[in-house]
């Protein structure tokens, strides 16, 4: 059995401390009472007499009132296990080796009594700060040759005068701010009980400060926070000392109190900031957890402030569990609602405010409306940051907005790094209803199959590969982020997000073998001796601070979601996404970690901050995502411009060019299953503007262009038009017998159930649709197919019935005749003459989806969610139809004419690239310097006839620049990875271009 640790009283101790409380100067013995306040923090030092050369330990202990100070050192020193921090594998004869005696040098009383969070982390971060050469051994001790504890306790005295001699500082609120608070007071003022308003602002954007404001400015006296997330409770504690009013601030530990009682009409105005997983989670039902319910019960509060709303407000197909949170609480809070958390608490709220910067799955469930929420994007902010941005003129800086860094994303693919190993890597997101390159799969452990194995990557030699190529050691002709100096400055503490605790711990040991990473602090926040909440963020800086004394190049910090909710890390500059994050949510919680803002001494040291993106398809398909749903007043061409003007996205690390809005736009929609480069270069909805019928009529009735268009068609030979949809790869088995087999019978039974579906509510279509997909496959598989062949079963049952769902519904055009009687509606807004082609297309769909968007305007028997996509669908195609332009009956040419020889031009340009010397990065370069003898008879027309068809603009020349540089990149890969004479003449001969072979996007 252990003995008792020895703790005793240094013959040098100061016996006395002194404070300064209420304006008076008062002495407090160590044997002496607490007769301050309910509960005390005291700081003390102590040493190991028997091993001296340890250092010194820094440390609190908690006094509650009437408890003698000398006691509860003693007690909290004595209680203590793993205080020597020793290192791992010595900790069972620590006792024998250092001795069980603790003399105590020091003490002190670590708050006065208008600061409850004067705790020991401040004075720890104060020592790293003021004696350099001290060692932090990560369990408060601290060592040096020259340290003596005095030098430790002059800093605890010097941190505790500056806070007794601190004033309160006020904010002035921004104009965002200002206007949120005045918008606050109009809606409750005509909705004064029982309302909710949403507060649905960017992280970094003070809600908690604005929430407080508001409370200030309409002397509201019982303000009640409840909160999702418990690790925010120190910002809702800081930003009281914003604001001039002076609210008492209780937490869960005082509530438990057993003389803790609510007034219902307080002298002083109070806050009650409580977390949610005390109540909702494995503690729920405890015996205590029911005695401080009951002394909320009935309590009124003037105001009730739900805090990461969207927490709570996620569901089974978007929440990620979240490590450092209870599990049952988290599975609890899939079904809870604001409703259901305030009849639990049995509180009655008069009126509610939630915050979130997410809320996404809180206004698709119509939960707010443009009535009763507030929205300030990091768009919003990029604007007010720079106000002539409109104009592309970033040179005018509002110095308010200053501090707030610029995002930017340098995004990279995967499939292209490691294309031998792409077929097993590969993951559908159901939100997206596209395959992605897997990261969750190319970073898991062998441990997460099997918990019997070791902590080691299924890929190792893969993800081994990967470390060396974010270090630039590669072929690849990308920019890296430990390679491009310009990178490499912001990566000096970064935040890596990863799959699982298994892979972090895998990647930390991989990282502390590499030559290059082992110079950086490898801070596994998931390891269990971190903690959670506060205590992990406090774990956090203590080690971003021990790193800066020894000199390390920086801080990597690796977590699966731990400290990416709630919490501020002024340090962190970059973030690494290593994981399949799909939901919006909490993709864009984490990103917006390092977009806060870092201010020392005046002088701002974070101007920007990046994302390092390994999966940039998934992460622009939530870009598109995020910027649609915090910026629904714009329409899709505009939103594209928010995200390449404030939120560009740079390919490969190349950080002299952002991708252009088209190109976003094709990113965010292909995903996985992209094409080959010569089939997106055929593609002319994506690498040509302006082919309406208008445009084309244009073009026929001119005769010059018309003449071009005919020689080129009459002397070229174009194959049968081909279906619009991309075949499916028959090695993934969509032409297979159990694929074909499957889809006949799910669309036999879809065309039976579509009638099922019409009724039933939005919200469980999908749910309704999935089970019954399940059990009709479940039900019919043959027992003697295998894995391979029940997968393909499986998705032709899907597909099927999904077909067999829809074809009936959409086959009524229900949309038809309202739509067509709309297009006079049109007319009387933008006049009788107006046409539907590119120039007009937005104001044409802007007025139909204004209308559309109004339920009302929607016939009753088609307002559930099948009927209502066909009938918008059908009605957007009925206005489509009558306001497009006709082509004259004598034109010289067709639609379909004219599509095949832009194709056909198109291909005909990037095979001369293949043949010629010309090394363009610009489409119009081509044409501009290339010798007109060589292009006419690559191309099979003159440059000045390619002019003439270039007069109506019609090529998205952007689009076409990023193929061209596509197209080489690809090309220098294919002579680097390609060996032998005869590949690499099918290689460059292939008409195909990247089909095969270098990039598998069949």
Not at 115 to 143: C, M, R, T, Y
Not at 302 to 319: C, K, P, S, V
Not at 819 to 831: C, H, N, Q
Not at 945 to 958: A, P, S
Request: net charge neutral.
């Amino acid at each position: 059995m252990t003995k008792a640790v020895n703790t005793f009283k240094s013959t040098s101790i100061n016996e006395k401390d002194s404070l300064f409380i209420s304006g008076v100067q008062k002495e407090y013995d160590l044997d002496g009472i607490n007769d301050i306040k309910d509960d005390l923090f005291l700081i003390y030092i102590y040493r190991l007499p028997e091993y001296q050369t340890h250092g010194f330990k820094l440390g609190y202990a908690k006094c509650k009132l009437g408890k003698q100070f000398w006691d509860s050192i003693k007690r909290r020193i004595d209680a203590q296990i793993y205080e020597l921090a020793l290192h791992e594998g010595i900790l069972n004869d620590r006792y024998e080796k250092y001795g069980y005696d603790r003399e105590v040098l020091f003490w002190g009383i670590a708050i006065d009594v208008k600061d409850e969070e004067f705790k020991d982390h401040p004075i720890h971060d104060a020592i790293l700060d003021k004696l350099p050469g001290v060692v932090d051994k990560n369990q408060e001790w601290f060592s040096g040759t020259d340290i003596t504890f005095e030098d430790l306790a002059d800093v605890f005295l010097d941190y505790r005068s500056q806070e007794a001699d601190k004033i309160p500082c006020i904010y002035t609120p921004r104009k965002e701010q200002r206007e949120c608070v005045d918008v606050l007071k109009e809606y409750f003022k005509k909705n004064p009980e029982g309302n909710r308003f949403l507060l649905n602002c960017k992280m970094r954007f003070g809600k908690c400060y604005t929430a407080y404001k508001y409370a200030e400015e309409t002397k509201k006296k019982r303000v009640l926070i409840l909160t999702f997330v418990p690790a925010v409770e120190d910002s809702w504690r800081q930003d009281l000392k914003h604001i001039e009013e002076q609210y008492d601030y209780f937490t869960d530990s005082d509530i438990a109190k057993r003389d803790f009682s609510l007034d219902d009409a307080p002298e002083k105005p109070y806050v009650l900031f409580l977390s949610l997983q005390n109540y909702l989670g494995k503690d729920s039902k405890s015996k205590g957890v029911k005695e401080k319910i009951l002394k909320l019960e009935n309590k009124v509060f003037d105001l009730l402030i739900l805090d990461e709303y969207h927490f709570g407000a996620w569901n089974d197909r978007t929440q990620e569990t979240l490590e450092e949170l209870d599990l049952e609480y988290q599975k609890k809070l899939k079904a809870q609602t604001s409703d259901n958390i305030i009849n639990t608490l049995r509180i009655i709220p008069l009126q509610t405010i939630c915050l979130s910067g997410t809320p996404f799955k809180a206004i698709d469930r119509g939960e707010f409306s443009d009535n009763n929420s507030f929205t300030y994007s990091y768009f919003d902010e990029q604007k007010n940051k720079y106000p002539n941005a409109e104009k592309l003129d970033f040179s005018i800086v509002n110095p308010e907005y200053e501090h707030f860094p610029d995002m930017k994303i340098f995004g990279y693919n995967m499939a292209n790094l490691f294309e031998g190993i792409l077929d097993d890597l590969s993951s559908e997101v159901k939100i997206f209803k596209k395959k992605f390159f897997s990261l969750n799969a190319f970073f898991k452990t062998e441990k997460d199959s099997d918990s019997t194995k070791e902590c080691k990557f299924v890929y190792e030699e893969h993800v081994k590969k990967w470390i060396d190529v974010i270090q630039g050691k590669t072929t690849f002709p990308y920019e890296f982020p430990y390679r491009n100096e310009k990178m490499l400055h912001n990566n000096k503490h970064t935040l890596w997000l990863m799959p699982t605790i298994n892979s972090c711990i895998a990647l930390s040991k991989l990282l502390k073998e590499d030559s290059y990473f082992k110079k950086y602090e490898i801070i596994n926040l998931s390891a269990p001796e971190v903690g959670a909440g506060y205590k992990a963020l406090k774990y956090l800086k203590r080690r971003i601070k021990a790193s800066e004394q020894r000199g390390a190049l920086g801080t990597i910090a690796i977590t699966v979601n731990k400290l990416t909710l709630g919490v501020t890390v002024k340090e962190w500059s970059s973030v690494f996404v290593l994981k399949d994050l799909t939901s919006p949510e909490q993709y864009f919680q984490s990103i917006f970690r390092v977009q806060t803002p870092y201010v020392e001494n005046g002088k701002i040291i974070k101007k920007q901050s990046y994302v390092y993106d390994f999966n940039i398809d998934r992460a622009s398909a939530l870009l598109l995502h995020y910027a649609e749903k915090t910026s629904e007043s714009y329409t899709k061409l505009e939103v594209a411009n928010l995200i390449i003007r404030y939120l560009p996205i740079y390919l490969n690390g190349d950080m002299t060019q952002p991708i252009a809005e088209e190109v976003f736009y094709e990113l965010a929609s292909f995903g996985y299953n992209s094409k080959p480069l010569s089939d997106k270069v055929k593609d002319i909805s994506k690498t040509t503007r302006g082919l309406d019928e208008q445009t084309i009529a244009d073009m026929l009735n001119d005769p010059e262009c018309s003449a071009v268009i005919k020689n080129i068609f009459a002397h070229t030979k174009f194959s049968k038009p081909t279906s619009i949809t991309t075949p499916p790869d028959s090695e993934e088995g969509s032409y297979s017998v159990e694929t074909r087999k499957g889809r006949r019978i799910g669309q036999e039974k879809g065309l039976n159930d579509y009638k099922i579906y019409l009724l039933i509510d939005d919200e469980n279509v999908q749910e309704e649709f999935d089970k019954n997909v399940k059990l009709l496959a479940d039900t019919n598989c043959p027992v003697e197919y295998d894995e391979k062949q029940r997968k393909y079963f499986y998705n032709g049952v899907l597909k099927g019935y999904e077909s067999g769902v829809n074809i009936p519904i959409k086959k009524l055009q229900c949309g038809k005749n309202d739509g067509e009687k709309f297009v006079d509606e049109i007319r009387k807004a933008l006049g009788d003459d107006i046409v539907y082609n590119t120039i007009t297309k937005a104001k044409i769909l802007d007025i139909v989806h204004k209308h559309l968007n109004n339920e009302a305007n929607i016939p009753e028997e088609y307002r559930k969610k099948m009927y209502k996509k066909w009938y918008r669908d059908s009605f957007r195609g009925a206005v489509q139809s009558i306001l497009k332009p006709k082509i004259k009956p004598d034109s010289c040419g067709s639609v379909e004419d004219t599509h095949n020889v832009l194709k056909h031009i198109l291909s005909k340009v990037f095979q001369f690239l293949y043949i010629s010397v010309y090394r363009e990065t610009r489409f119009k370069d081509v044409f501009a310097n290339a010798d007109p003898y060589v292009f006419h008879s690559a191309v099979g027309i003159k440059k000045e006839e390619f002019e003439i068809l270039n007069r109506y603009n019609v090529f998205q020349e952007r689009v076409l620049d990023s193929y061209i540089h596509e197209f080489f990149v690809n090309e220098s890969l294919g002579k680097n990875l390609l060996s032998g004479e005869e590949i690499n003449k099918n290689y460059r001969n292939s008409f195909n271009w990247f089909g095969y072979g270098i990039v598998k996007f069949e």
